[in-house]
Each structure stands twice: as structure tokens, then as C-alpha cells.
């Protein structure tokens, strides 16, 4: 085993607004970061962040430290890989049954062999020399609220924006989304949309129905995932182009994923590292969807900007198609610096910036 420390801590985040959810509203998320050490050059340093979401993360817990704690302990560091090839080997031995605590150790264990001060993945865009292009995030609450959301978004240039839906009348949502589209037609602006489980099986066809009549480019999960017979049928119908989000959520392994997709036949998947545990399995996923000529886009699950850096490097080592889901960088009042910023839709990186570490709690 290299000689090395391992710390750990909670960050909680706090939200700017209360952001609405399909399955409640949000206004903190707590964080867990972990920091690999080089005990003899202690400016050596890995960072990982675990960020389980409530009713998402299977190793979800109103306070996790312990049980992240647990997990670091529980991993075979005797194993620490020696240089990036190896990682994938050491992370395999790793329980995936606590997927973001898995993604938090495998991107440490990143940043620790890189030892670049955050860069995970070296890249065009790590290197400052290309942006991702991304979509706007509208969350979910009163009408004037999400339009507000939608005109600031238009204002800063994006051509794609991801509505979240079915926490409020759908009525409503068809109201807002009807108006969107007449002042801007699907080829000036791309429409998702994210149900997050929030259709019921009997209502599902017919609310796409009303749904695709507004050139809407996608629908995110819009029955809740189990339900793969009722998700296929859905998906035969073709009503509208489906995209599986939790469905991806706990499938273990290669065989799992494939009897999914081979059930299922979706347009899309979203892939978010955090909950399908880190960047491996997200490559698992990645290779599955093109298996079966699926398109994906990778999605971040409201990590702090240390979290999203990381997924937004990874992102980049793919050739990308469509805009990712990875706007989630101003979402907090306590959020941390990093190089990341937005100009119009997209998602740029400055390789210069120096980032900031949690473990000396300086944040803006």
C-alpha cells in the first residue's frame, strides 16, 4: 500500500431556492468528500465527493457520515493502483450496492494519480481547448416561477432546456410548455422533459400523447423504474422519444444492463456517475446503450462544482452528440469555487484555476 491518509467529511449544501421535485421539494443536500493523501508530499492530494439523493441512492440516510465512513474503511486499500491503468481493477473490488460512495473513492483515487490539483481526466476540455455544449435545468414549482426560470435561460443563450415536471397541475406544465413553444419552434429550441416516475402507468400514454403535440425532444423516466413490461409497452408505442434515468440505478453488472436494454427498447439513456457507481460503470453503460443503438448524455446529481468538475472531464473523453446535463453548477449558496463556468449553453473549464479543497472548508 502506497503511504497514504484518508479523511473524510460532510458538506451541506444549501439550495438558492426551494427546487421542486416530482418527489418533494429540495432546499439542502449534504455532501461527502473524501481526501487521499501522500503522507511524504502532502501537496499530492485526491478529492471525491459522494452526494446520495433521497429517494434515489440506495445508500441513502438522513445523516450518511457513518455509513460513508464505513464504506472507506471497508474498501481493500492494499490494492491502491500505482497508475491510472490499474484503477479500474481496484474500483472493481468495490461494493456497487453504495454507488455514489463507490463514484466518490474512484474519483479520488483519479485526482490522487493525476496529481494536477482536480484534473481527472486530461482532455480538450480539461485543457480549456473545447466546451460541452449543455442544457438549461428549469425546476419545478408555480408557473411564474418556472417561466421566470425559462427567460433567464433563453437570455443566456441555451438551445436546450430540461423541464422538470408532475409536481404541479399538468395542465399547468402543458400551458407553460405551450407557450415556450410558439415563441420558439424546435429548431431554434430543443424541449426535454423529466418526469422522474411521476406518471402513472394508465395515464402515461396519454399525457405523452399531449406531450409530443409540442415537439418535445425527449421524456425522462416517466413512469417509476421497475415497471420494465409497462416501460416497454410505453416505449413500443412510440409516442414519444423515452429516456431511462432511475431505471439505470442498481444493475450491477454487464448482464443486468443488458437484459434491461434488451427489454426495454428506449431512445435514450441518461447516465448519471453518482448513481450507477462512477466512472467505470458509467463506460459499462455507455457501451451497453451504443450496443443497442441508443444515443445517452451524461447527467450530474447535484454534486457541489468539486463533483460536477469531475463528471464534466469525464463527459469529454466521449465524442458528444447532443448537449449533457451538467448546469448544476450555481444551484447552491455554499457552493465551491472551480474553473467551471457557462456561456451560452455551454459548459467551459480553466485549466488554471487553482481549485479549492473542502478539508480547509474555504468556500464562496
Not at 433563453?154 to 405551450?178: H, R, V
Not at 415556450?180 to 430543443?190: A, G, V, W, Y
Request: hydrophobic share 40%; aromatic share 10%.
Amino acid at each position: 500500500m502506497f503511504d497514504i491518509s484518508v479523511s473524510y467529511q460532510k458538506h451541506p449544501l444549501q439550495f438558492h431556492f426551494e427546487a421542486g421535485t416530482s418527489r418533494g421539494i429540495l432546499t439542502e443536500k449534504n455532501s461527502y468528500f473524501i481526501q487521499i493523501k501522500n503522507k511524504k508530499n502532502p501537496t499530492q492530494v485526491g478529492l471525491g465527493e459522494a452526494g446520495p439523493l433521497r429517494g434515489l441512492s440506495p445508500e441513502f440516510e438522513e445523516e450518511g457520515l457513518a455509513g460513508f465512513e464505513k464504506y472507506i474503511k471497508s474498501a481493500n486499500w492494499e490494492l491502491f493502483p500505482e497508475n491510472l491503468e490499474e484503477i479500474p481493477e481496484f474500483v472493481s473490488h468495490l461494493p456497487l450496492a453504495y454507488p455514489s460512495y463507490k463514484f466518490a473513492i474512484e474519483m479520488a483515487v483519479y485526482d490522487y494519480i493525476h496529481a494536477k490539483n482536480g484534473i481527472h481526466f486530461e482532455n480538450a476540455f480539461s485543457l480549456g481547448k473545447m466546451a460541452i455544449p449543455i442544457n438549461g435545468l428549469i425546476w419545478m414549482g408555480k408557473p411564474d416561477f418556472m417561466e421566470d426560470q425559462i427567460e433567464q435561460k433563453i437570455a443566456q443563450g441555451y438551445t436546450c432546456l430540461k423541464l422538470k415536471i408532475g409536481a404541479i397541475d399538468f395542465d399547468q406544465e402543458l400551458a407553460i410548455l405551450n407557450n415556450l413553444r410558439n415563441q420558439f419552434p424546435k429548431e431554434k429550441l430543443s424541449i426535454r422533459v423529466d418526469a422522474n416516475g411521476a406518471f402513472t402507468t394508465k395515464e402515461a400514454a396519454h399525457k405523452l400523447e399531449q406531450l409530443a403535440k409540442l415537439d418535445i425532444h425527449s421524456i425522462e423516466q416517466p413512469i417509476r423504474a421497475g415497471l420494465w413490461n409497462a416501460m416497454a409497452e410505453l416505449c413500443q408505442e412510440n409516442i414519444l422519444p423515452i429516456a431511462l434515468d432511475e431505471e439505470l440505478i442498481g444493475l450491477e453488472n454487464y448482464e443486468q444492463q443488458n437484459q434491461l436494454l434488451d427489454k426495454i427498447p428506449a431512445n435514450y439513456l441518461i447516465i448519471k456517475p453518482s448513481l450507477v457507481g462512477g466512472f467505470s460503470s458509467s463506460h459499462t453503460w455507455i457501451q451497453a446503450a451504443e450496443e443497442h443503438q441508443m444515443d445517452w448524455w451524461i447527467t450530474s446529481a447535484l454534486e457541489s462544482n468539486i463533483g460536477l468538475q469531475a463528471i464534466a472531464q469525464f463527459t469529454a473523453e466521449y465524442s458528444l452528440q447532443i448537449p449533457q446535463g451538467l448546469g448544476t453548477g450555481s444551484l447552491y449558496t455554499n457552493n465551491f469555487a472551480s474553473g467551471l463556468s457557462i456561456q451560452s449553453g455551454n459548459l467551459h473549464f480553466n485549466p488554471n484555476f487553482h481549485r479549492v479543497n473542502p478539508f480547509h472548508e474555504i468556500h464562496v
